[in-house]
């Protein structure tokens, strides 16, 4: 009897290359797919389910009912992912991108496009010649010692230019001097610190560009390696980790008059202003970003913009930028999490990302 093949080793190896820079887990994934016959396997049962959920097992036994709902056809998803994991990346991505224009598929399928597509962009980026990578932070006020003490260490990575941190009130006559009344507006309408941290950074990088860094996140080994090949107009971090694989803002990086910041910074002001949406995520933080990304990566003149970009996983952010750390104020309300969840509106809970 010929032996089951191993397709969770084929998950595993299929989602560290994914989410992965590094050629060795290429050539594994390589060699399982060819030890495993899975070319002649329903791959999209081994395959689409763990570009879904880190828990692909969940999916294997309703996998034509997911695809359906998807709006993808299983057998072109099939052939483009098999194109791509077994080095044709150019015809997978052709072949998902045309399955993509051909319906209507969900966010998590346009959202993985995205990532496949921008990821390589980044890694044909050569690396600047000099350090180009200004950091900026925000805290609105006495930022507790766990977290001054890595903002600290953040202002000595060797490979930036320069580095500035801005408090409430710094932020906010930033804001005046160089966007006006209605911006202002919206930052002192913004209950949470949470909130006006997010409008702030987007106003910034739309008018400076650099890199933001929210001020949970600590450094790792590769950090100023990582720093320092900083070389592009935009760099999303893209949840692959998550069901939804949307976007986050805990780290962002751009150039100056980027369109997607001029277009977010004005998304934000209305959600605030007009909408009057609490919950920071949806109103200026990942949820919000997510959904414009999403409706213009539908869009052919969006799309242009956002595949032009270049995007890293969470989850190699964590390893090869910063990762996140237990700061003490995420137990009190000045995580606007608990904010939220205890106070309403809690409009003297100060953090500052």
């Known amino acids: 009897m010929q032996p089951k093949p191993d397709t969770g080793r084929f998950r595993r190896a299929l ?11 290429l050539a594994t994934l390589l060699g399982v797919w060819r030890e495993v016959g899975l070319p002649a396997l329903p791959a999209f049962y081994e395959v689409i389910s763990m570009l879904l959920v880190r828990d692909g097992d969940r999916w294997l036994d309703r996998g034509e009912e997911v695809i359906r709902q998807l709006g993808l056809d299983l057998d072109e998803v099939d052939g483009a992912l098999h194109r791509y994991v077994t080095g044709d990346t150019a015809g997978g991505l052709a072949a998902l991108r045309a399955c993509r224009e051909r319906r209507n598929p969900g966010r998590k399928v346009v959202f993985w496009h995205m990532f496949l597509e921008t990821r390589e962009n980044r890694l044909r980026q050569p690396a600047p010649p000099a350090p180009e990578v200004d950091l900026f932070q925000y805290w609105d006020r006495d930022p507790p010692p766990d977290v001054a003490a890595e903002m600290e260490k953040w202002s000595r990575v060797p490979t930036l230019r320069s580095y500035r941190r801005f408090d409430e009130a710094e932020a906010r006559q930033y804001l005046a001097d160089r966007h006006g009344a209605e911006l202002v507006r919206a930052y002192d309408a913004a209950w949470h610190a949470a909130m006006k941290s997010d409008l702030f950074r987007i106003a910034y990088l739309l008018d400076h560009g650099g890199l933001y860094m929210d001020c949970d996140m600590r450094q790792v080994e590769r950090t100023a390696e990582f720093v320092a ?22 780290v962002m990086h751009a150039r100056p008059n980027h369109p997607l910041m001029a277009r977010f910074l004005e998304r934000c002001v209305r959600n605030i202003l007009d909408e009057n949406l609490r919950n920071p995520l949806q109103a200026t933080g990942p949820a919000a970003l997510s959904a414009m990304i999403d409706q213009m990566l539908r869009d052919r003149d969006g799309a242009a913009v956002l595949l032009r970009s270049t995007s890293v996983s969470l989850t190699e952010l964590h390893r090869r930028l910063a990762t996140n750390f237990g700061a003490s104020y995420k137990k009190t309300s000045k995580s606007w999490q608990r904010a939220l969840g205890t106070s309403g509106r809690a409009g003297d809970a100060g953090r500052g990302a």
Do not use: K
């Open 15 to 25: 989602w560290r290359h994914l989410v992965s820079a590094d050629d060795a887990q």
């Open 229 to 250: 090949a900083m070389n592009t107009p935009l760099q999303l971090t893209v949840q692959t980790h998550r069901p939804t694989c949307g976007v986050t803002n805990c």
